[in-house]
């Protein structure tokens, strides 16, 4: 236990510095469309903050303005604080069509008290089934914390507060499909799945809390490639490539090692039971 809490401290202390470090930053109104909720999603603070809420009638929503087809996406969130048992606040990358690209992150509520659940996938040609669930480190409804996606030719890496936590590579050589054609808009929305998403639906939504609300700040595409619009070609941000081209380095790797040995509760490259004809190829590629 002293060891645990050893790291934990550790890992919270990491996460402080990274947070202190910049970011450009852009207002909601320029980035992002709110889409469903019907007055239940608002932006606020001259654009500087976004709300989603829930309540029995509706959830809400939104999505960005751009398509991106390669990129670094960070976004500060605050998540729905007390018994969020039975609400999902999704924020996630995908493309249209039936054999859609798709980039997720997905927090799953709990009852007070109990850690929320960060699960993540990762679907390609419209075919997912690459789930990986974490406890985290910290209580992600007492502030904001930056949940990010680096999407390059090489791999997808998830990050939180900066410290990676999953790594999808591009393994098309093995015969492994990989996003990397298909332009994506960023989604979020908070909305309501009882029937699955706290404890596998064992445990409901208490509607006597609601409404239910999660925040948003400081998003930043800097390093992006991007489009406003379908007949436009996808352009880069010139003099900011390096993400481009970036992996783990070895820091990175221990960083991850550390989070997926302690706070990683499913990976669906361990489930044989799942998969008894043999775990995905790109399980047994490391």
Not at 59 to 85: C, H, P, R, T, W
Not at 196 to 207: E, I, L, S
Request: with cysteine; net charge negative.
């Amino acid at each position: 236990m002293a060891a645990l809490a050893t790291k934990q401290s550790l890992l919270l202390l990491l996460s402080s510095l990274l947070l202190l470090i910049g970011v450009s930053t852009g207002s909601f109104y320029d980035n992002f469309d709110i889409t469903w909720g019907n007055g239940r999603a608002n932006i606020f603070e001259s654009g500087q903050l976004l709300t989603c809420t829930l309540d029995k009638i509706s959830g809400s929503g939104f999505q960005s303005k751009k398509e991106y087809l390669f990129g670094k996406i960070d976004m500060k969130m605050k998540l729905v604080a007390g018994n969020s048992a039975g609400t999902v606040t999704a924020y996630y990358l995908s493309s249209k069509g039936e054999t859609w690209d798709e980039i997720d992150f997905e927090f799953l509520g709990n009852v007070t008290g109990q850690p929320y659940v960060l699960h993540t996938n990762v679907f390609t040609g419209g075919k997912g089934n690459r789930e990986m669930q974490f406890y985290l480190w910290f209580d992600p409804t007492a502030d904001f914390h930056t949940y990010t996606v680096l999407w390059n030719p090489l791999n997808i890496i998830f990050l939180v507060d900066g410290i990676p936590i999953r790594v999808f590579k591009n393994n098309e050589a093995h015969g492994v499909a990989y996003p990397k054609s298909q332009p994506m808009k960023i989604y979020s929305s908070l909305w309501e799945a009882d029937d699955w998403a706290t404890q596998g639906g064992r445990v409901k939504t208490d509607w006597t809390n609601a409404p239910f609300s999660a925040f948003y700040r400081s998003f930043s595409d800097v390093d992006c490639c991007s489009r406003t619009s379908v007949w436009n070609w996808v352009t880069c941000n010139a003099n900011s490539n390096s993400w481009m081209w970036t992996t783990l380095n070895p820091n990175q790797v221990g960083q991850m090692k550390w989070v997926q040995d302690d706070y990683m509760i499913y990976n669906y490259c361990t489930d044989y039971k799942r998969f008894p004809q043999g775990l995905p190829t790109e399980c047994n590629l490391g």
